[in-house]
């Protein structure tokens, strides 16, 4: 049974058009990650809620902003995708943050 | 802050062989050392970990070994088959603070039949 679930598993935006990815677990766990991935490199982290407690990574672009309404959804809105923001987007769960992370199957992102 | 250096890059073998994959961390506080093996197009998988407490994990034919002192640690695959052939993470914990996942750059593994 999937237990981190991304939707959709691939989002196609044109430049500058708002983009919302969204991420749902049902693991109940306390902290949710979002992670960009492009090709050939490690994921790179974006942000983290710790329950309703957000954290943002000091080099995310503002563009990217997130939002998380429960403990099982998460949200990662991109308001303004240029070009380089193309890539995978990985959300992830952990029951605390000392523990394993749980990858979703990923969103491919393009923009054209 | 924590740095992982990983290596090789890539990495080919013949199927049977063996393959080790090395990180090193820069933090000496770091307790915390998973592995994760990404097929192409598809999400990172936890394959093993490791924490500080021990110095050696087997499952099956996959090892983890842990040296503290000189700050490394090895992904040991033993009788390596076609299906094994991924991009392999390591990883550690930023010991303070938030504790965080710090990737190594990954290595390419190629097993050839």
């Known amino acids: 049974d999937a237990m981190v679930i991304q939707n959709p598993r691939y989002q196609v935006t044109q430049f500058g058009k708002p983009v919302t990815l969204s991420c749902s677990q049902t693991?109940?766990?306390?902290?949710m990650y979002w992670y960009q991935q492009k090709s050939s490199q490690a994921p790179k982290l974006l942000f983290h809620?710790?329950?309703?407690?957000?954290?943002n990574e000091a080099d995310t672009p503002d563009n990217f902003q997130s939002r998380r309404p429960n403990t099982s959804f998460c949200f990662l809105d991109i308001r303004s995708p240029g070009l380089g923001d193309a890539a995978m987007y990985l959300c992830?769960?952990?029951?605390?943050?000392?523990?394993?992370?749980?990858f979703g199957p990923g969103t491919r992102l393009t923009v054209t | 802050g924590e740095n992982v250096e990983q290596h090789p890059s890539t990495l080919s073998v013949q199927e049977g062989d063996s393959a080790v994959i090395k990180c090193t961390y820069s933090?000496?506080?770091?307790?915390?050392f998973p592995w994760y093996k990404q097929e192409l197009g598809k999400r990172p998988q936890l394959i093993i970990d490791?924490?500080?407490?021990?110095g050696e994990k087997k499952d099956q034919r996959i090892a983890v070994t842990l040296n503290k002192t000189a700050k490394h640690f090895s992904l040991h695959i033993t009788e390596t088959q076609p299906e094994d052939s991924a991009v392999y993470f390591c990883?550690?914990?930023?010991?303070?603070?938030?504790?965080?996942?710090?990737f190594g750059t990954g290595t390419r593994l190629l097993v050839s039949p």
């Open positions: 992830a769960t952990s029951v605390d943050e000392s523990y394993e992370q749980y």
């Open positions: 693991l109940n766990h306390n902290v």
């Open positions: 809620y710790y329950d309703k407690d957000f954290n």
């Open positions: 933090d000496s506080a770091s307790n915390y």
């Open positions: 490791i924490r500080s407490n021990v």
């Open positions: 990883a550690t914990l930023t010991p303070t603070g938030f504790q965080k996942l710090v």
